[in-house]
């Protein structure tokens, strides 16, 4: 059964995907494992700590199909490195480089946004609950990759306010950054 990953956009007729251009071979795209993911990149990048800054984001989340045999590496780095702040990122984008260079499609890594265990989901067990702990990972895929298929399957969407607590925000890793 394929893995279903998830990639979020601020374009509503955007592709999820890069496709069919020669500036698209020289690009990549980023999916996440699991639907949380996309919703917690965008938190951590956008700065967007509080509820009342949800208010106003409107966004279409894609679910892609991805083979279980695409092949992808896992970078040759250490977890604090791969989950770190803006002082990791040029040391995460040459290992990347690097497996690029070496042939490599796709990569697989733990995701930078989530914090351990926030990529959860829900049950329904008397009620709304808490499913158990899982981690978010990334995919990213190099160049186009016009085998993928994807729906949206949200438009004009936005995170439930709970995901706030389980992002590992930049402006936190900016504050340890500098200690």
């Not at 990149?41 to 279409?60: C, D, M, P, Q, Y």
């Not at 892609?64 to 791969?82: G, H, K, N, Y």
């Not at 890594?109 to 008397?126: C, E, F, I, N, T």
């Amino acid at each position: 059964m394929p893995t279903r990953a998830f990639r979020s956009s601020g374009r509503v007729r955007t592709s999820p995907l890069y496709g069919g251009t020669l500036r698209a071979k020289a690009r990549f795209s980023i999916l996440r494992i699991r639907r949380m993911g996309p919703w917690a990149e965008f938190l951590r990048h956008e700065g967007i700590t509080k509820e009342s800054e949800l208010a106003n984001v409107r966004r279409a989340l894609w679910a892609i199909e991805v083979s279980d045999d695409l092949p992808a590496e896992r970078p040759r780095l250490a977890d604090p490195v791969l989950t770190g702040g803006i002082r990791t990122y040029e040391e995460c984008q040459r290992e990347a480089r690097r497996l690029r260079s070496t042939g490599t499609t796709a990569l697989r890594a733990p995701s930078a946004a989530l914090l351990p265990g926030g990529a959860r989901g829900w049950k329904v067990d008397g009620g709304l609950q808490p499913a158990a702990e899982r981690d978010g990972t990334v995919l990213a895929v190099f160049g186009a990759k016009p085998d993928l298929v994807g729906w949206m399957a949200a438009l004009a969407a936005r995170p439930r306010s709970d995901l706030l607590a389980r992002v590992r925000h930049l402006s936190a890793r900016l504050k340890d950054d500098r200690d």
